[in-house]
């Protein structure tokens, strides 16, 4: 999952939040997922449809910042916004972040005690809890979703049927297709494939 916040001078702006489920690249490949997540919010920018920032924050070195540079272009945005690579220190310790700035990548270093350093380290941190917590609630989605909800002809009465026989998912895990067949409108092909499910 990425994440994009926006803020404006009085700060978060949650209802501009938006996440984007990645999908269809190899696993860890940050340049993919940042050039499919930047495609995405910024084609509804290219087509008018929201206001483009004067800044973009991009959580990543000089790899990172070119993939939006690229993206932007491709996009005919112009002019482009002011874009910042935000690279973490070689400690990885909040304070000590390396910037990148703009087509030119001019790094500049604003150490613990910037103002500025303290806001980029906000918003980056933002953009962090936001992509965990939308992380969190499709891991625990998917934890809630029952195997019978992929089988064809089982719908919410059915479902409902099935659970209350066998006391719960792993009651119907264990059941036979002879057992399964006693619950109410199951039968003999249905039975198999619920049986086959588990």
């Known amino acids: 999952i ?3 916040v926006v803020f404006n001078e009085a700060g978060p702006l949650k209802t501009d939040y938006r996440r984007f489920n990645i999908s269809g690249i190899a696993p860890g490949d940050d340049y993919a997922a940042m050039y499919q997540a930047l495609t995405r919010r910024y084609k509804r920018i290219a087509n008018g449809e929201e206001k483009l920032p004067d800044v973009l924050l991009i959580d990543g070195g000089k790899g990172q910042l070119k ?3 690229d993206v932007l272009s491709a996009l005919e945005i112009t002019p482009l916004p002011l874009m910042v690579g935000v690279a973490k ?5 909040s304070g000590f972040e390396t910037l990148f700035v703009g087509a030119d990548m001019r790094e500049v270093w604003p150490g613990p005690d910037s103002l500025g350093g303290h806001l980029i380290q906000h918003v ?3 953009a962090h809890r936001f992509a965990i917590t939308g992380h969190r609630k499709a891991r ?3 934890r809630e979703k029952s195997v019978l909800e992929d089988i064809d002809g089982i719908g919410p009465t059915r479902r409902r049927a099935i659970l209350k026989a066998f006391g719960g998912l792993r009651g119907v895990a264990k059941a036979g297709v002879e057992e399964l067949m006693t619950v109410s409108g199951i039968n003999r092909d249905l039975a198999e494939r619920i049986y086959a499910a588990y």
């Open 2 to 4: 990425a994440s994009c």
């Open 67 to 69: 993939q939006a540079i």
């Open 89 to 93: 220190g070689p400690a990885r310790k």
């Open 124 to 126: 980056r941190d933002e």
């Open 140 to 142: 625990a989605k998917t």
